[in-house]
């Protein structure tokens, strides 16, 4: 639920989020950026255009952060942006919404992806999540063990 992770897992206004960069509170992306239904931006200026696809540290703050990998938002159906605790928990266990994964595909994405890796270290002053990407996998598959309860 932090905004280096929500900020990306938006709805279908497909709308990127720039909260906690020092905007107001619920501030969407600058520069009249929209992704599109493609969620990779609009064509002729999609995302990879200012975050470009890098493996080098992200060390200037408020540039356009980077990764190895094309930058995009998620699905639509991947949204959890405003969405309560027990919402998201329900969300997680249920395949419909998290791209036919169950909970070993989820820790193992959350280990892998670029993207999840970026959030807990986003460098450039940016806030980040507490714990690891490795503390999320392990967290899940506790949680899945247990039947995945969601209170
Ligand atoms: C730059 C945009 C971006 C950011 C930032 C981002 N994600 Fe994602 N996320 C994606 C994309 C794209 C997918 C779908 C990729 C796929 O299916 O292979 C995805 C899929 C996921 C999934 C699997 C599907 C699901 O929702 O059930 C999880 C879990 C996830 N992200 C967690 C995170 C976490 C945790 C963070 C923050 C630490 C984060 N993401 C930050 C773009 C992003
Ligand atoms: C014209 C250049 C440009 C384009 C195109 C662009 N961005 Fe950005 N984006 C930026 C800049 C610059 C920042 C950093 C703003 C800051 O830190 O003040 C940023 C920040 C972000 C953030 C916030 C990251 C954080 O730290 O939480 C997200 C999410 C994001 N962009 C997603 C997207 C997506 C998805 C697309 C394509 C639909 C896109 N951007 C297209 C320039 C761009």
């Not at 200026?45 to 470009?52: E, I």
């Amino acid at each position: 639920m932090h905004p280096r992770c929500t900020n990306c897992h938006v709805g279908e206004g497909h709308l990127p989020g720039w909260e906690g960069l020092g905007y107001k509170p619920g501030a969407v992306h600058g520069m009249a950026v929209r992704a599109g239904e493609s969620r990779i931006g609009a064509e002729g200026l999609p995302c990879r255009t200012c975050h470009v696809t890098s493996a080098a540290a992200n060390t200037v703050p408020h540039a356009a952060p980077h990764i190895d990998a094309p930058w995009q938002l998620p699905p639509v159906t991947l949204a959890w942006q405003g969405a309560t605790p027990v919402e998201l928990c329900r969300q997680l266990r249920d395949p419909a919404r998290t791209d036919d994964r169950d909970v070993a595909a989820l820790a193992d994405h959350v280990s892998t992806s670029a993207f999840v890796a970026w959030g807990f270290a986003p460098g450039a002053g940016r806030s980040a999540p507490a714990g690891s990407p490795q503390d999320l996998a392990r967290a899940l598959l506790a949680w899945g063990a247990a039947g995945a309860p969601c209170g």
